[in-house]
């Protein structure tokens, strides 16, 4: 009886391919067989999910037919989803699995035009070859048609014009009025990759610093560009011309599962939010009102940068190198320690709302801030230096308050700076990452040197504020951040102070150490 089979863990996917493949061979004018067509897919033990088989089990079927000599697809990789009419469609991961195939020895990759520039950004002496339907590919491999290998050179298409410059909003750091003790958190956060937390009540621009971070965060190196694309390729989100040019920014709502956040699912290993952020930044708003479970999921990847996910299907590991950066009320009605209006809240309410943020996540935040309500009068335009009036980042050298009308391309600037010391710092090391949040704890007292009174305010502090081990290490890279922007080689007492202060939530943090 004609029957096709597809074997080897094939999900809902791959099993209704055998219905596309047979009518993609049809209407491109060739045959099916009409008997029992089983499709091996190997190994058999790792489960199979997606859509971009169709391809690669349509040239299987047309050699075992005899349209194809089999000796023609030696070496020869096929990625592509058909339609019933034979059209090939888009597919996803198209460069996690040309770099798969490149490292597996293909020496071509037939794939669907539309996927075709994500695939070649794989580099190397695998020709990716698009075409628009079954019967181009099976010409291609009969050497009935010539199609030019997709060229693509990486650095070009990163430095290539963002599609989504001319759409959207630019957020400028001169846009937020006042809150000076807040913008110094998010540019010293920003020069050395620390996670952070504001606390504030209602309409003092959290959320306004928070999305103004992406703006004043260094350009993507390629390296982290084609991680970045990967992820996002896997997902299914990736703009057009098939790279990722910007830093993501990701701000899932508080409704999101554990699953959505982490990543996971039934069906296979689906990248979450901390694998969608990675390289960029992960912005969680009313952080409390996430579910309990997914924010101590995150104790891991703040620690390794990294998320293992089992299930039953098994295990993986993925990437999760993302900047956290939080935002909360400091109370469920927000008016705790505003000034303008008083706090209705009891012990009881209090008690409940801070025990939904454990304090082992909050130990790993390098920096936690309280962004006081916005003075009527910065809002007004009738405070505050004019806009672009900053000229300096370190408060030891200069008034903090020209931090008021600080614009985003000078932040950049001197966060640019600060990280160019710290990667010359790290030069010679094995370490690939050369971030001060990153420093590896038997690297600290050597880079993070401190002078006699610097040591001495961390010994107090770590006794009077009861800091734990991790606390002690996050302050001294806190601490060492200050310095780089400072241009000084040695960690200062005042280096040390302001640190110190970068983590006090019991009382609006000033602006200056």
Request: proline share 8%; aromatic share 2%; with cysteine.
């Amino acid at each position: 009886m004609p029957i096709t089979v597809v074997v080897g863990l094939p999900d809902l996917a791959v099993r209704e391919a055998r219905d596309r493949v047979k009518s993609a061979l049809k209407n491109a004018g060739f045959t099916f067989p009409n008997g029992r067509v089983t499709v091996n897919l190997a190994p058999a033990r790792r489960r199979k999910d997606g859509s971009a088989f169709d391809l690669s089990i349509a040239l299987g079927v047309a050699a075992a037919t005899g349209v194809i000599p089999p000796d023609r697809l030696r070496g020869i990789a096929a990625l592509g989803e058909l339609s019933l009419a034979g059209k090939t469609r888009p597919v996803r991961g198209a460069l996690a699995a040309a770099e798969a195939l490149r490292r597996a020895g293909a020496r071509r990759l037939i794939i669907t035009r539309a996927s075709a520039r994500e695939a070649a950004l794989a580099g190397g002496p695998l020709e990716v070859i698009p075409v628009d339907g079954l019967d181009d590919a099976v010409d291609l491999v009969n050497g009935k048609l010539e199609i030019e290998p997709v060229p693509v050179d990486a650095e070009a298409a990163l430095q290539g014009p963002d599609p989504s410059d001319a759409q959207g909003e630019v957020l400028d750091m001169a846009d937020v009025h006042g809150n000076i003790a807040a913008k110094r958190a998010l540019i010293v956060a920003a020069a050395g990759g620390h996670d952070l937390l504001f606390v504030g009540p209602p309409g003092s621009g959290k959320t306004m610093l928070a999305r103004r971070l992406p703006a004043i965060l260094p350009p993507l190196r390629l390296d982290e560009a084609l991680e970045i694309t990967k992820i996002h390729g896997i997902v299914g989100v990736l703009p057009s011309g098939g790279i990722v040019r910007r830093r993501p920014f990701r701000a899932p709502h508080h409704t999101t599962t554990y699953v959505g956040l982490v990543g996971g699912g039934s069906n296979g290993p689906r990248p979450g939010e901390v694998s969608m952020a990675h390289r960029g930044v992960l912005f969680l708003d009313e952080l409390p009102e996430f579910n309990l479970r997914a924010l101590e999921a995150l104790r891991e990847p703040l620690e390794s940068r990294k998320i293992a996910v089992g299930r039953a299907w098994g295990s993986v590991e993925l990437p999760a190198d993302f900047q956290l950066v939080a935002a909360m009320n400091p109370c469920p009605c927000g008016f705790r320690n505003d000034p303008r209006r008083a706090c209705r809240c009891g012990e009881r309410e209090l008690a409940r709302y801070s025990s939904k943020i454990s304090g082992p996540l909050l130990d790993r935040i390098d920096i936690q801030v309280f962004v006081p309500p916005v003075d009527p009068a910065e809002l007004l335009g009738r405070a505050g230096p004019r806009r672009g009036a900053a000229r300096t980042m370190d408060s030891a050298h200069g008034p903090a308050a020209l931090l008021s009308g600080i614009t985003s391309a000078e932040a950049a600037a001197q966060i640019l700076e600060a990280r160019r010391r710290q990667r010359s710092r790290a030069a010679g090391s094995p370490a690939r990452d050369f971030l001060n949040a990153r420093i590896p704890s038997r690297a600290l007292e050597t880079v993070c040197s401190l002078d006699p009174d610097a040591h001495e305010v961390l010994r107090e502090a770590a006794t009077n504020l009861t800091l734990s081990a991790r606390g002690i290490a996050k302050t001294k890279r806190v601490a060492r951040t200050l310095a780089d922007l400072g241009g000084r080689d040695r960690v200062t007492a005042d280096d040390l102070s302001e640190a110190l202060l970068l983590r006090r939530l019991d009382q609006p943090t000033p602006a200056t150490a």
